[in-house]
């Protein structure tokens, strides 16, 4: 395996490792772990149990509260608390429903994730790579923060730099603009719907 970094494989599935994370590493490797169980068990559990699995997972590893925020953009300050309780609770779901989508079965892919992390402002990076047994390797990095003694995701970037939020933003925006919350809660639980076979 050629990689551009010095990095450490994942290969723990369903390893026990702290519930808070203390470092940004931890926090990835031990939602790698769980995704690694959810794919090695993908056919058994389905669609609707791998997204099951991965809300809890999500919530953990990811601060989907700032992520809804920064996804919803200006109008979030306008929006009431149960609004923004009601985004963050659908944004959730499909951010699961996705994982459970993209993860639908083990072919002997690796995670990787690079024991050091790299500055970027007031956050840091957890570079990441999964290997496939065939195939270039599949870059994913996530800009970590700190809140206490726990460190969650704020955004992935896939292939070096492509942010999945301002992606969210830039998709939403019509949504938004035409309905409100209620519409982009409508459009956010249509995402997480069980897809057609």
Same mark, same amino acid.
Request: proline letters at 5%.
């Given at each position: 395996? $050629?990689?551009?970094? =010095? &990095?450490?494989?994942?290969? @723990?599935?369903? /390893?026990?490792?702290?519930?808070? %994370? *203390?470092?940004?590493?931890?926090?990835?490797?031990?939602?790698?772990?769980?995704?690694?169980?959810?794919?090695?068990?993908?056919?058994?559990?389905?669609?609707?149990?791998?997204?099951?699995?991965?809300?809890?997972?999500?919530?953990?590893?990811?601060?989907?509260?700032?992520?809804?925020?920064?996804?919803?953009?200006?109008?979030? $300050?306008?929006?009431? =608390? &149960?609004?923004?309780?009601? @985004?963050?609770? /659908?944004?959730?779901?499909?951010? %699961? *429903?996705?994982?459970?989508?993209?993860?639908?079965?083990?072919?002997?892919?690796?995670?990787?994730?690079?024991?050091?992390?790299?500055?970027?402002?007031?956050?840091?990076?957890?570079?990441?790579?999964?290997?496939?047994?065939?195939?270039?390797?599949?870059?994913?990095?996530?800009?970590?923060?700190?809140?206490?003694?726990?460190?969650?995701?704020?955004?992935?970037?896939?292939?070096?730099?492509?942010?999945?939020?301002?992606?969210?933003?830039?998709?939403?925006?019509?949504?938004?603009?035409?309905?409100?919350?209620?519409?982009?809660?409508?459009?956010?639980?249509?995402?997480?719907?069980?897809?057609?076979?």
């Amino acid at each position: 395996m $050629t990689m551009r970094m =010095a &990095a450490v494989a994942v290969m @723990l599935a369903g /390893a026990a490792m702290p519930a808070a %994370a *203390a470092t940004p590493v931890a926090t990835i490797e031990h939602f790698y772990a769980t995704t690694l169980d959810i794919m090695k068990n993908a056919k058994a559990l389905g669609f609707d149990g791998r997204a099951k699995r991965f809300e809890p997972a999500v919530r953990e590893a990811f601060d989907v509260t700032e992520m809804t925020h920064f996804a919803v953009g200006p109008a979030w $300050t306008g929006y009431s =608390a &149960a609004e923004r309780s009601a @985004l963050t609770e /659908a944004f959730t779901r499909m951010t %699961a *429903a996705s994982y459970a989508q993209n993860f639908n079965g083990f072919g002997g892919e690796k995670f990787v994730v690079a024991p050091a992390t790299v500055p970027r402002a007031a956050d840091v990076v957890v570079k990441t790579e999964i290997v496939v047994p065939s195939g270039r390797p599949a870059q994913i990095d996530y800009r970590m923060r700190g809140s206490g003694s726990a460190w969650k995701a704020v955004d992935v970037y896939y292939q070096g730099g492509i942010s999945q939020l301002s992606i969210r933003r830039s998709e939403f925006a019509a949504t938004i603009a035409s309905g409100g919350a209620a519409a982009l809660v409508k459009k956010l639980d249509a995402m997480a719907a069980t897809p057609k076979p």
